[in-house]
């Protein structure tokens, strides 16, 4: 007689994410908290708010005019004959002390600080670009863990069945009821699907890990059910409007400006900013004080080599941000409508599976199962039928999660805050 002692611990194992929800229930992690925890948790955007205040700051200084510039010195000290070294002696050494202010015009001025708050302008974009790539990677993680434990458990419910058939088989073999094959068959199966098992545990402990990346000890968390996917927040026909508040586009749209007003700072600086400059001279006790007052003006000799190059290639490099913008939303729509389109497609064939696939391959194993207890069929063909019931089911939920990553790709290209402003 053949004896077979069953791996409990593959069931039990298989079991532990089911019992963990129940015993848990009230403390099950959605997907909005997942990301909310995500969010807080990420040392990014705080560094982003910072480099916000930094800009903000420098812009308010630079439209402010530079320091003036305090000047000290001693004019024509004799260093030979009877006066040498003597500060009162000669008609001509003066101890001196100025002040130099250099009068920045007030349109330049404007434009430095409107850089400023353009660069400001730009993270915060990169920031808003950073919360919305960890919202959409920690759904993606928390997608991934739900489908990989939702694999499991559909292969502890298929061992189960499977462990049952095995004793049937060895029941019916010790009652002369049935054949050695049939139960070795049927160990087979068993075995087979413990190796399935623990290939899916494994996938399943992986996507915790990935899951934990964003979340922390929260990843540990059982997952409440996921949210309803029957909708995008796209549409197609009107999709490079759409995209105008994409994070990538935002950016590249706040480096145009900073481009264009870099342009206008170069056409700025062919006017010269003159400096004034107000001195008091000192001299001997039998000699006038005096005042000098001067202006110094940059004399720009060679501004066709100079100011205008620079004026040109600030130009080239505001057309080239331009480029680069326009290119990336051809490049997006692009992308964005090959997605729709696999989301679509992705969702038609799950409509197939749930209505035609999955019920005809387990009315076929029952059919298998009642014709086998008939004495028609034989255990083989049952075995086969199960296991085509469960590469149904399992290619039905790959299906789902490969189309429930679509769907999140697309749902979270902005960040959840934005998301009452945008389609």
Same mark, same amino acid.
């Given at each position: ?20 929800? %129940? ?12 990301? $909310? ?34 000047? %000290? ?139 934990? $990346? ?94 205008? $190059? ?26 964005? $409508? ?55 089911? %399992? ?29």
């Amino acid at each position: 007689m053949f004896h077979y002692i069953p791996t409990g611990r593959l069931a039990a194992g298989a079991a532990l994410l089911a019992l963990a929800a %129940v015993a848990h229930g009230a403390d099950r992690l959605s997907l909005d908290e997942a990301q $909310r925890l995500a969010v807080q948790r990420s040392y990014q955007i705080p560094a982003y708010d910072a480099a916000i205040t930094a800009s903000t700051e420098m812009g308010a200084a630079a439209a402010r005019l530079p320091d003036p510039v305090l000047k %000290v010195g001693i004019d024509n000290l004799p260093l030979s004959g009877p006066d040498r070294a003597s500060l009162g002696a000669d008609a001509m050494t003066m101890r001196r002390v100025g002040v130099m202010q250099e009068l920045t015009r007030a349109d330049k001025r404007a434009l430095r600080s409107t850089r400023y708050a353009q660069e400001a302008a730009r993270t915060q974009a990169e920031k808003d670009k950073a919360i919305a790539a960890v919202e959409r990677n920690t759904a993606l993680a928390w997608l991934d863990r739900h489908y990989a434990d939702a694999t499991v458990t559909i292969l502890a419910e298929q061992r189960t069945l499977a462990v049952q058939e095995r004793e049937a088989a060895d029941a019916a073999y010790r009652g002369g009821r049935g054949s050695q094959s049939d139960v070795l068959a049927a160990q087979s199966a068993v075995l087979q699907l413990d190796d399935r098992v623990l290939e899916a545990q494994g996938r399943a402990r992986a996507a915790g890990a990935g899951l934990a $990346r964003w979340l922390g000890d929260a990843a540990a968390r059982p997952l409440a059910d996921p949210p309803a996917m029957d909708a995008i927040r796209f549409d197609a026909t009107t999709l490079e409007t759409q995209l105008a508040h994409h994070p990538d586009i935002a950016v590249l749209a706040r480096q145009v400006d900073i481009a264009e007003t870099q342009a206008g700072l170069a056409e700025a600086d062919r006017r010269p900013d003159w400096s004034v400059e107000v001195t008091y001279q000192q001299r001997g006790a039998a000699y006038p004080n005096m005042v000098s007052v001067g202006l110094s003006v940059p004399l720009q000799w060679d501004r066709n080599n100079r100011q205008d $190059r620079e004026l040109a290639a600030r130009l080239a490099m505001a057309s080239q941000a331009r480029g680069e913008q326009d290119e990336a939303l051809r490049a997006h729509a692009a992308e964005i $409508r090959a997605q729709i389109a696999a989301w679509q497609t992705g969702r038609a064939r799950q409509a197939r599976y749930s209505a035609d696939l999955v019920p005809l391959a387990q009315a076929r194993s029952a059919a298998l199962l009642a014709a086998y207890r008939g004495g028609k069929a034989s255990l083989a063909d049952v075995l086969a039928a199960r296991r085509n019931v469960l590469d149904t089911r %399992v290619a039905a939920l790959q299906l789902e999660a490969d189309t429930a990553r679509i769907w999140a790709q697309l749902n979270f290209l902005f960040p959840m805050a934005q998301a009452g402003g945008h389609p």
